[in-house]
């Protein structure tokens, strides 16, 4: 969402005449554009601040100007603490501002402190510059916020209420991001399967109806959408996995823990029972669908039983990819006035035996792949020099040696090595392999 974010915080900047550049000593402005969800990411913020703000001081003796901003949830959150605690900073805004930044702009050139916390009744959607660029594989926002005040969580905060853009906007947008190469779309949304948006007809549409429209533009040759909850997959979109086969056999499905207690106690509104049934619902709709999820560890009260039923969870459902997390205490959040805490060392203790299985679990996914021919969407320049890097359908990473005219194609890659956290591949039959649309 914040990649996202950015490049769309470069679109508005652009008819300014700001453009990116590569080092910070080249910019007449950096903007940090922040995450607040765990403790980690906001001590970042800090000590980036501290690291950068030297180019500004090396600017600034010499009489020229530089400005610097922190954008995104963290200034959402703590923005007064920022303005006293580094006055270094210009402006700091929230994510529902940015599409402010020209008058923000305006008013730090003319040495205002500027603090744009606020939800505005405008919406940035109706407000943002088409979108530039994005390459291949492109994001698209569809919905934003949430209202499912997880006791954990700081998203309804810092992102506000949840919004769904009408259906007519993002296939609209679909097909710019096609006309700009685009091959790959990636549906973006904090909660991206509540969403609920309006039809030309005036009827509300779910994100199976929406996958459906934009696979039926020309051109999307693959569909991702990231990041949905347990509670919102419906049979509709159950279907769109059995319907759409340009949607990608690779769904990340958050559940953060297996124990119903913790689930309850994390206000998740669903057992361990349902994720294991929506689990088998979808792989009856989709049989080569592979899984990824999120798990906190630790959350207050998560007795070593708990845990193993996360393990257990785990086990059973088998993971391709997953992302861990040591619980943290966010200001503001329920879960932050509980008292029944769990000590850092068995955090850390728990953290590392799940974060062992599921290293487990993706080097067997990633080892059975070896032998097997994948349509590969090349994304970028490998790091090696003569490799391009993208990711399979299952959205592992692959390195292939590959012609550098191959960059932004789906191209079929069989699959030679595999790691725990990548492959490599060659490309099959280099001529006619370009996949058409
Ligand atoms: N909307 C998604 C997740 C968004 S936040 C969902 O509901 O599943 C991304 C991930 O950050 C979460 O899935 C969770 O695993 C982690 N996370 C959020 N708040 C956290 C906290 N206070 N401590 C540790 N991890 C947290
Ligand atoms: Fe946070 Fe996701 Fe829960 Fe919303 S659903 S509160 S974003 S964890």
């Known amino acids: 969402m914040n990649v ?26 950096m903007i940090l554009n922040t995450c607040h969800i765990r403790e980690k990411a906001t001590d970042k913020v800090f000590s980036e601040i ?14 020229e100007k530089m400005l610097m901003a922190v954008a995104g949830c963290v200034a959402q959150a703590e923005g007064d603490f920022i303005l006293q605690r580094a006055p270094v900073i210009d402006m700091i805004f929230g994510p529902q501002t940015y599409h402010e930044l020209p008058e923000m702009v305006l008013k730090a050139n003319g040495n205002e402190r500027v603090v744009n916390t606020e939800f505005p009744t405008v919406t940035k959607f109706d407000s943002l510059p088409e979108e530039q660029n994005q390459g291949a594989a492109a994001f698209l926002s569809i919905q934003e916020g949430c209202d499912k005040f997880c ?47 309006t039809n030309i007809d005036g009827k509300t549409w779910g994100l199976g109806r929406l996958i ?17 909850h347990p509670r919102d997959v419906d049979q509709e979109l159950i279907d769109a996995h059995r319907d759409v086969e340009k949607l990608a056999p690779f769904l990340h499905l958050p559940v953060q823990s297996g124990s119903d207690k913790i689930l309850k106690a994390m206000n998740r509104k669903h057992t361990a029972e ?27 009260g998560e007795t070593d039983q708990d845990h193993e039923d ?29 008292t029944n805490l769990v000590r850092e060392d068995v955090k850390a203790a728990r953290l590392l035996e799940l974060q062992n299985l599921v290293t487990e679990q993706y080097l067997e996914f990633n080892l059975a792949s070896v032998g097997k021919t994948m349509s590969v969407l090349f994304e970028r320049k490998g790091r090696k020099e003569g490799q391009l890097q993208g990711r399979t359908p299952f959205y592992q990473a692959i390195n292939v040696p590959a012609n ?4 932004g194609e789906f191209v079929d890659v069989k699959v030679t090595e595999a790691t725990a956290n990548a492959l490599v591949g060659e490309v099959q039959m280099v001529e006619n392999n370009i996949k058409q649309a």
């Open 274 to 300: 349902r994720f294991y049934e929506i689990v088998a619902d979808l792989r009856s709709a989709r049989p080569d669908l592979v899984f990824s999820s999120d798990f906190i560890v630790g959350f207050p």
């Open 4 to 29: 996202y974010d950015s490049s769309r915080m470069a679109d508005i900047l652009r008819p300014l005449g700001y453009a990116q550049v590569d080092e910070p000593n080249d910019a007449d402005m």
């Open 212 to 228: 459906e429209a934009v696979a039926g533009v020309n051109g999307v040759q693959q569909i991702r959408y990231t990041t949905s």
């Open 151 to 197: 006791t954990f969580c700081v998203v309804p905060y810092t992102r506000g209420a949840e919004y769904s853009r009408p259906v007519d906007k993002i296939v609209d947008e679909a097909k710019r991001l096609v006309d700009q190469g685009a091959k790959e779309i990636t549906l973006l949304g904090q909660n991206v399967n509540a969403y609920h948006g």
């Open 310 to 338: 996360t393990m257990q969870l785990i086990r059973d459902v088998g993971f391709a990819s997953a992302y861990s997390f040591k619980y943290s205490a966010r200001p503001g959040t329920p879960a932050a006035n509980m």
């Open 50 to 63: 501290g690291r950068l703000k030297k180019h500004k001081e090396a600017k600034e003796a010499k009489g």
């Open 404 to 407: 550098e005219r191959l960059l």
